[in-house]
């Protein structure tokens, strides 16, 4: 394909190319003699679990896959997400597979704990 000047796109692009600036990839952050580091100074418990329950809505929104079913457990009821899969496993038959939802809270040692397990 060419231009009205029967000059190729090919070396109107080379020419294009050659002509722009080069300049540094540094960032505008690198320049900065001040770094400011974000810290929350206050967070109201109303706020964190009006987050928790927005986590848990998205969560519920999700469709579940054939097979699948979501288990809770209230807290302190397992040491770890492995023994409750193992007492699923135990208890109810073979399983394909283990989500830990509940490892996606800010803090998942607290509150209840959430497992989605797939049935084989």
Known sequence: M?????IPWAKVAAIGNQMRIPHSPQSRGSEMRVKYIPKVLYTSPDFETEIVNLWAAD???????????????????????IAAYKTIRENI????????????TPNPDKGEMLIEARFV
């Open 93 to 104: 038959g073979p399983v394909s597979g283990f989500q830990h939802l509940s490892g996606y």
């Open 59 to 81: 969560l519920v929104q999700q469709a579940l896959t054939d097979g699948t079913v979501l288990f809770s457990f209230p807290a302190g009821m397992f040491t770890t997400h």
């Open 2 to 6: 060419t231009t009205q000047g029967n």
